[in-house]
């Protein structure tokens, strides 16, 4: 896989855990009073010592994966290769690709013309021996 390719995953990667760390710290956050006018929110009715630990230790594990990830795409940026010279070489070199692309895209083109022929003549071939063979003539 690619170093580009890779970066992708590894974007997806991020936007997955911090999407289901965002959800679950919104899930799983106890209810708090939001004004002195409001009474107080119901209270939980499940161990509250199971919930309190898990409750500190899952943010915690969660941006643990989220920093690991985050160190992962930043080894996999510094791995991608240097820019050669300025931004006039890179816009010179890029010229000379689609210069060359331009090329290969005719050849092919060529290439694609010459075989259209040739199916075109296997197929008349084709048909002047099928029709041979029904109306029992010798070929020419």
């Known amino acids: 896989m690619d170093i580009i390719s890779q970066l992708q995953e590894q974007v997806n990667t991020i936007a997955g855990l911090a999407f289901n760390t965002f959800g679950t710290l919104q899930r799983d956050a106890p209810p708090v009073r939001l004004s002195p006018n409001y009474p107080e929110p119901p209270a939980n009715p499940s161990s509250a010592a199971e919930d309190a ?19 992962q795409f930043d080894l996999l940026v510094a791995a991608l290769p240097l820019a050669e010279g300025g931004e006039e070489s890179q816009l010179k070199r890029i010229a000379e690709l689609q210069a060359e692309n331009d090329a290969v895209g005719q050849e092919l083109q060529k290439q694609l013309e010459a075989a259209e022929n040739e199916l075109k003549q296997v197929q008349e071939l084709f048909r002047q021996a099928t029709d041979n063979c029904l109306n029992l003539k010798k070929p020419d």
């Open 53 to 71: 630990a898990s409750l500190a230790e899952q943010p915690k594990l969660m941006s643990a994966a989220l920093v690991k990830a985050a160190k």
